[in-house]
């Protein structure tokens, strides 16, 4: 428990340092203003988004500068590591094992690309992670793989094989990556799950809480997604969804489902546990990809309340590492959507709104 306290009051100190530092919504709206990309990066240029500027600069190509971010967000994860034993040390490696999971999604992709579709990579190639996480994943001998047989082979030292096997069919004959990728989303949360369990009893509740209304925010994302694009059986659905939500029993998203209006589940949500944010509820949407942007804003209001009330808690607790990293993958998002933005001269409101 002293080594505990001990740790958790040096990480309080240095991550509330850092979260103070995160971009403020003055610099993000002055960034939205700004007239070109080059002025957006200058904005950031004495912060730790100045890598953007470099690369781009450098090379011209924007999805490296990308790249170039998504490497610093996972050296945040390592970083922490190196403070942490036991348990806790576990779990930041399960967090941190989402980054594994999707870099390994974008390799199969590129290889369901190649085989399976028969289109070129060349440009696409470049933009994925070739550094180590956990495994040595091999990821050019993935992409380059003929069949699923050698993905197989390659992942043999991870868990990732089996699920990849698992999977066969639905990439071989169904010619679909849905269900992999959805497994190894739950695999994911499986893993994180399993980790949390084992930390102490403080930690333990709080590492529950968020990971279970986060698989809520995915639940409902994927359950309005389903609908709206797939319109999937509902048993089909069921299966598909993960398991271990705070705030969403199998009923409510069954409920939510076979209505027409999948939003009405956040209503129950809103007005059971968060009164505070109901008048978001009354945001309309005139077609179908405004309707998805208003609920991400209320899943991400949703989430912000949860960071605000951990971080005005108890300091020395897993949760200010969990909130440093949700605000800073937030603050990347939030960086990378405006310089993206910027890039393809879109109007300030349709920037706005996407935020």
Known sequence: MGQQLRTYAFLNAKLRARISKIITEDTLERMIKSPSIEEALGLIRDTSFRVVEEVYKKTGDFKLAELEILKREVELYVEVEQYLEDSTLEFVRALTSRFEIDNLKNAIRLFFTKTIRKRPIETLSPYILREKIHYDIAVDEIVKSENI?????????????????????????????????????????????????????????????????????????????????????????????????????????????????????????????????????????????????????????????????????????????????????????????????KLYNLPEDRIRAAL
């Open 149 to 341: 047989d050698e993905i197989v082979h390659n992942l043999s030292e991870t868990p990732y094989a089996r699920i990849v096997e698992d999977h066969r069919a639905s990439i071989e004959k169904d010619l679909s990556l849905f269900p992999l990728e959805v497994a190894l989303d739950r695999f994911y949360y499986q893993i994180l799950t399993s980790e949390a369990l084992k930390l102490t009893p403080r930690d333990r509740k709080i590492a529950l809480r968020l990971i279970g209304i986060e698989i809520d925010i995915q639940n409902i994302d994927w359950i309005i997604r389903f609908k709206t694009f797939y319109d999937l059986p509902i048993e089909t659905v069921i299966g598909l969804v993960i398991q271990g939500g705070q705030m969403l029993p199998s009923q409510s998203i069954r409920d939510a489902y076979l209505s027409q209006n999948p939003k009405l589940i956040l209503g129950d949500i809103i007005n059971k546990y968060y009164p505070g944010l109901s008048s978001m509820l009354s945001l309309q949407g005139s077609d179908t990809g405004t309707r998805l942007l208003l609920i991400e804003r209320i899943l991400d209001a949703i989430m912000s309340y949860e960071i605000r009330r951990i971080l005005g808690g108890y300091p020395f607790t897993i949760g200010i590492l969990l909130s440093y990293f949700l605000l800073k993958r937030k603050e990347m998002r939030r960086i990378m959507m405006i310089l993206n933005a």
